[in-house]
């Protein structure tokens, strides 16, 4: 059986290590790209809730509801939420594929680190179960890994490489915004940020 202990360590350490410098950050892309009104948010696959934490302390008036299949996970993530006295998130055990939830009912849906685990056939699946659930004017923000260019950023980015799954590396070097588009997607927004990509998309 997992530790899923270690794991959300794990999980909290990319931060520390990768996502440091706020200013260049993902996590601050996805709040910048989320207004600040009573939206309706959901981050898929959530594990620790780091997203979901984020915009709650960010964006008061977002209702939040963080997904994941692990509910192990999710009870850690429970504790961080009690830790820091948040009440706009609710956390559900769900597969992010099928989650049973209904549809049009988020104005933003956050995929953060999650479709370069999948094999082509979940990740077709995962977006198509978020477009469901987008609402009619929602937007879909999507965090995903890119190959840095500075010398030291590649060298700090060789755990990724090391340890992702298998299909990493043919991700890694996918044109993402034609991905998405091929999805039945249009991409909004594209942001640069330390090793990663955002890309804000709406359904087409």
Partial sequence: MPNYKIISDFYDTLD??????????????????????????????AGTCSNSVLIAQNKPKAKITALDLSAKMLDIAEEKLHRHGIKNIKTIVADAKNSGLPSHSFDVIIIS????????????????????????????????????????????FTPIKQFEPKGFKYFLRLDLAEYFENSGFTVLEKRSCDYTCVYRLARR
């Fill in 16 to 45: 520390a290590i990768y996502f440091r410098n706020k200013e260049h950050s993902p996590r601050t892309a996805i709040i910048d790209m989320i207004p600040n009104e009573s939206v309706c948010v959901l981050d898929v696959c």
């Fill in 113 to 156: 680190l999650v479709l370069h685990e999948m094999n082509e056939h979940l990740q077709k699946a995962i977006l198509s179960e978020a477009k469901r659930l987008l609402s009619d004017n929602g937007n879909i923000v999507v965090i995903e890994w890119e190959q840095p260019k500075k010398l030291h950023q590649r060298f700090i």
